[in-house]
């Protein structure tokens, strides 16, 4: 499996997710993925963040997304409302005809362990892998109950290789539609679980390990139905970066279960872990401190502002 030309590839809508972003690139770092990560952003992310991202030597591809998108259609009002979801970006990700073969990720997830090793499944330009969407939902009983969506996928995690066929099929299919018929979509898994009920994209289940929610994660081991978790996916509220900025609150920010709320600490832990390895573990730079304390007034007159000065005698409180 040893091929350069493989990549980890997330996607940028706006400066919403940079968090995500920072703590992936980290993530992949610390358990020791041998193969570059790369962010495509598009005109709504900001230079503030762009610049964020080159101060972690994260590899940015730039595209101008409306530009593009105008090959596809002239409706402005469309491709305008396209662009209001964030979502349906993710699709320029396929066109990312420079590597051989990618793995895409949500920036909402945590990675467990190193998985460079998905790396060596076969896939063409068509034939993509995606875990089942799974839901939460109850029995007759009231009991909770885990359904797995077995013809619907997640979008979360994908392998794929880069082609313009898989990037044309998403397009045009997404921008064939009328605005009424768009508003009805829930996120951008509406087009790519069509186009493969219309085998126009064939789509092998990867295990639920690369991809699965906090929430189910005890219950999945419990009854052996994964050895361990991968990859865990944030898919609900809160976001752990919700919690980190103190921002998740309310009923429907409850965390399902214990293991929930351990993983969420666990995003929580290694993002400060990243920002103690970026920011303060290095003893070097500069110490300046005040030689000097003095009062002073701001004089404004004909020649200008001056500043006039009296020194405070060491000892004496200000």
């Not at 790396?119 to 799974?134: G, Q, T, V, W």
């Not at 921002?247 to 429907?252: I, K, S």
């Not at 400060?272 to 004089?299: D, R």
Request: a negative charge; one cysteine or more.
């Amino acid at each position: 499996m040893e091929n350069n030309n493989f990549a980890y590839i997330s996607y940028m809508a706006n400066d919403r997710d940079i968090k995500g972003v920072l703590m992936l690139n980290y993530n992949l770092k610390k358990v020791n993925s041998k193969y570059k990560y790369y962010v495509l952003v598009i005109e709504k992310v900001s230079k503030a963040i762009r610049e964020v991202l080159k101060e972690h030597h994260i590899e940015i591809i730039d595209i101008d997304f409306f530009k593009l998108m105008s090959k596809f259609t002239n409706n402005v009002e469309l491709i305008e409302l396209v662009l209001s979801k964030h979502y349906y970006g993710k699709y320029l990700v396929f066109n990312q005809k420079q590597f051989s073969k990618v793995i895409y990720l949500d920036t909402d997830l945590l990675l467990m362990d190193n998985i460079d090793h998905l790396f060596s499944l076969d896939c063409s330009e068509n034939l993509i892998y995606m875990a089942y969407d799974m839901q939460l939902a109850v029995n007759k009983d009231n009991h909770p109950i885990v359904v797995f969506t077995r013809n619907g996928f997640n979008s979360g995690v994908i392998l794929y290789s880069p082609g313009e066929s898989l990037f044309n099929s998403c397009y045009t299919k997404l921008l064939g539609l009328t605005i009424d018929q768009f508003r009805e979509l829930n996120t951008d898994q509406d087009i790519l679980n069509s186009l493969i009920e219309d085998k126009h994209i064939q789509c092998i289940a990867l295990n639920p390990k690369y991809n699965i929610p906090p929430s189910v994660v005890y219950d999945m081991m419990a009854y052996k139905y994964i050895d361990k978790p991968y990859i865990i996916h944030y898919m609900l509220k809160p976001k752990p970066w919700d919690v980190l900025d103190c921002m998740a609150y309310g009923e429907n920010n409850v965390f399902y279960n214990n293991t929930s709320r351990h993983l969420h600490k666990l995003w929580i832990s290694t993002y400060n872990e990243m920002m103690e390895t970026h920011y303060f573990s290095s003893s070097g730079g500069n110490n300046l401190y005040a030689k000097e304390y003095h009062f002073g007034s701001f004089l404004k007159d004909d020649k200008g502002i001056s500043v006039d000065i009296t020194p405070i005698p060491k000892g004496n409180s200000i």
